[in-house]
């Protein structure tokens, strides 16, 4: 497991961009038949991806969480983004398609992820947060997720918002989890832009063509930063960052939030003109 340490804006302000890259970009999410995940020391949230081919892939306790099983003091979601596939929670199976998302409340034990054909193999991409207390697991769908459409294509964001690990659908301490799909002439995320203090977020870019790329911005408003990124790569953004972007085509992207409130709409706006 890869860790990555909380760093101040005051220091972000100072890093080239190998070192923004280094602290804040997780540039390989899937490997066959291998689950790679980072520790993020940020509200300790882990983010990552399993994807299972010739094998199935059990979730083990890594060493830096000193526990006896992965999610003995911890809650996850995972959200499905290659082919179909099943998550086996103590012996339960859940088949998750494309885009489909589960809820796995703490102290479940046995976690295995397989693929149901592995010329196309599923993709689970993970976001894992601390927990307190055991909430039911949940299959979000489409069907059942807390959809938002917004924007316009005048100003090349329209998309529409998945929310899946939400309050509005299933509970959870703190994890909060859902997909966001710009329509095509649309590029723009997240813009106009904000910061959350009361809790930290992942971007998980795909769905972008390979010779595509997103300019993922981050930093404090009067101090911008930003990092290009390529298909299927993960951003962590701290609490006192911006996160938006703008891509060179449409895409989707994975939103994941850990920390003190599940408010959707702690924001505190900033304004375009703003921005520096």
């Known amino acids: ?24 970009l997780q540039e390989k999410i899937f490997s ?13 949230i882990i983010l990552g991806g399993a994807m299972p081919v010739k094998e199935n892939l059990s979730l083990k306790a890594a060493a830096e969480l000193r526990a006896d099983y992965f999610l003995q ?20 199976e859940y088949a998750l398609d494309k885009y489909e998302c589960l809820y796995i409340g703490m102290g ?28 039911p697991t949940v299959k979000i769908t489409r069907d059942n997720a807390l959809i938002v459409n917004l924007g316009s294509q005048d100003n090349m964001n329209k998309r529409t ?7 509005e659908v299933c509970e959870s301490c703190q994890l909060s989890m859902g997909v966001t799909m710009l329509l095509s002439g649309s590029g723009w995320n997240s813009m106009p832009c ?6 930290m977020e992942v971007y998980f870019y795909f769905d972008l063509p390979e010779d595509q790329r997103v300019f993922h911005l981050m930093g404090q408003p009067e101090e911008t930063r930003h990092i290009v ?28 939030m850990c920390g003190e409130n599940q408010d959707f709409d702690d924001m505190d706006h900033i304004a375009t003109k703003d921005l520096k």
């Not at 082919?83 to 103590?90: I, M, N, R, W």
């Not at 295995?112 to 909430?135: H, R």
């Not at 918002?161 to 309050?167: C, F």
């Open 108 to 135: 479940t034990k046995e976690v295995t992820f397989t693929s149901s054909d592995n010329k196309n193999p599923a993709k689970f991409y993970i976001n894992c947060a601390p927990a307190t207390k055991t909430y």
């Open 161 to 167: 918002i998945y929310k899946l690990i939400h309050p």
């Open 194 to 199: 904000h910061t959350h203090e009361r809790r």
């Open 229 to 256: 990124m390529a298909n299927e790569q993960a951003v962590i953004s701290p609490s006192w960052s911006i996160h938006a972007g703008i891509g060179t085509s449409n895409y989707t992207f994975i939103w994941g």
């Open 73 to 92: 003091r911890r809650e996850m979601g995972v959200i499905n983004v290659g082919g179909s596939g099943t998550v086996v929670l103590d012996g339960k």
């Open 32 to 44: 066959e038949d291998e689950i790679n995940l980072t520790y993020s020391h940020v509200d300790r």
């Open 1 to 24: 497991m890869d860790t990555r340490y909380a760093n101040h804006p005051e220091d972000s302000k100072k890093y080239n961009t190998a070192e923004l890259r280094k602290h804040y």
